[in-house]
C-alpha cells in the first residue's frame, strides 16, 4: 500500500475505499457495493449483516481465495465454472461419488458383442436372465465401433431392470468415471465400458420407466482382458459430463467373446451442479 504521508489528497484519493453511499453513515442495513475513490465498483459488497462477492466485469477460477502460508489455495470460489473447491487437491467442495457393480456375469447366456447394463448400488447381485439388460450391439465392423442403445422399453422387466437405474434428482456434473473388470477364466476376451445418461418417463402410464434420447456421457477404447491372471483397469473420456434433474445414468459393459465371466465394478465421481 503505497504511504500518504505528506501527500495532497488529489494525489491519493482513488486508492482509497469506501461504501457507495451519498450520506455519510457509513456501513448499515443496506448491502453496498465497496468503491474506490474514483467511483469504481470492487467485487466486494457490505452491510452490518452480508458480506457479498460478485465479480464486476469476468467471472474467474479465483474469483474468491484462501491461502495458505506457502501460498497454495485451500479455497477457491470459480464463478467460471460454479464451483467451490477446497483443500489440497482442489476437488470440488460437494464431490459425490456413485457405484455400479456385477459379480460373475455369466457368459453361459451372454451374447458376444453386446452392452449390458450393469447393476447400481445393489452391486453382486446374480443375473437370472441376462438378456434383460441388454442395451443393444457393441458392433457394426469392428468391436466397440457402436455404442449402447439411445432408448429402452420395458415390456415385462420392469422389476429387473429397475436395479440398475441411477436416477439423478439434482443437476449434476460427471468428473471421472474409473471401472475394473476380472475374469474368471484363463482365457480374457475384448472388453469395453460406457456411462450413458438417459430421458426418463415418470408419467406412472403404460411407457412409465422408458428410457429415450441417450447420449454417451463417458466411453473408452477397448480394453483387452488377458484372463483371471490380473484385474484390469480404466479411467473412460468424458464426453457429455452434465446430466440434468431426472434423467437416469446407466453403466454399460461389452465384450467381444464369451470365453471368460467377469466381476466388474465401475465408480462415478460427480459434484451437483
Do not use: C
Amino acid at each position: 500500500m503505497p504511504s500518504f504521508l505528506n501527500k495532497p489528497y488529489a494525489t491519493y484519493f482513488k486508492n482509497l475505499l469506501g461504501m457507495n453511499q451519498t450520506s455519510n453513515t457509513g456501513v448499515d442495513a443496506t448491502t453496498r457495493n465497496v468503491q474506490d475513490g474514483a467511483g469504481n465498483n470492487t467485487a466486494v459488497s457490505l452491510s452490518d449483516d452480508v458480506l457479498s462477492i460478485q465479480p464486476v466485469n469476468d467471472n474467474t477460477a479465483g474469483t474468491m481465495l484462501v491461502k495458505n502460508k506457502g501460498g497454495s489455495n485451500i479455497l477457491a470460489v470459480d464463478t467460471s465454472n460454479s464451483k467451490v473447491k477446497v483443500g489440497a487437491s482442489q476437488t470440488a467442495a460437494n464431490t459425490l461419488y456413485a457405484y455400479f457393480g456385477q459379480s460373475n456375469l455369466t457368459h453361459s447366456a451372454e451374447v458376444a458383442d453386446q452392452h449390458y447394463a450393469i447393476p447400481f448400488l445393489n452391486a453382486y447381485q446374480v443375473v437370472s436372465d441376462i438378456a434383460i439388460f441388454a442395451m443393444g450391439t457393441s458392433t457394426t465392423s469392428s468391436f466397440n465401433d457402436t455404442n449402447p442403445a439411445t432408448s429402452l422399453t420395458i415390456a415385462t422387466t420392469g422389476s429387473e431392470i429397475m436395479n440398475t437405474y441411477w436416477y439423478v434428482p439434482d443437476n449434476i456434473t460427471v468428473d471421472a468415471v474409473h471401472w475394473f473388470a476380472g475374469a474368471d477364466a484363463a482365457t480374457g476376451d475384448d472388453t469395453a465400458a460406457h456411462l450413458m445418461a438417459y430421458d426418463l418417463d415418470k408419467g406412472n402410464g403404460s411407457t412409465s420407466g422408458d428410457l429415450s434420447s441417450g447420449v454417451v456421457v463417458a466411453d473408452g477404447s477397448t480394453v483387452t482382458n488377458a484372463g483371471y491372471e490380473q484385474i484390469h483397469y480404466q479411467s473412460l473420456t468424458m464426453q457429455n459430463a452434465d446430466v440434468d434433474a431426472g434423467q437416469v445414468i446407466l453403466f454399460a459393459f461389452a465384450s467381444d467373446t464369451v470365453n471368460s465371466d467377469y466381476t466388474v465394478s465401475a465408480i462415478i465421481k460427480y459434484h451437483i451442479r
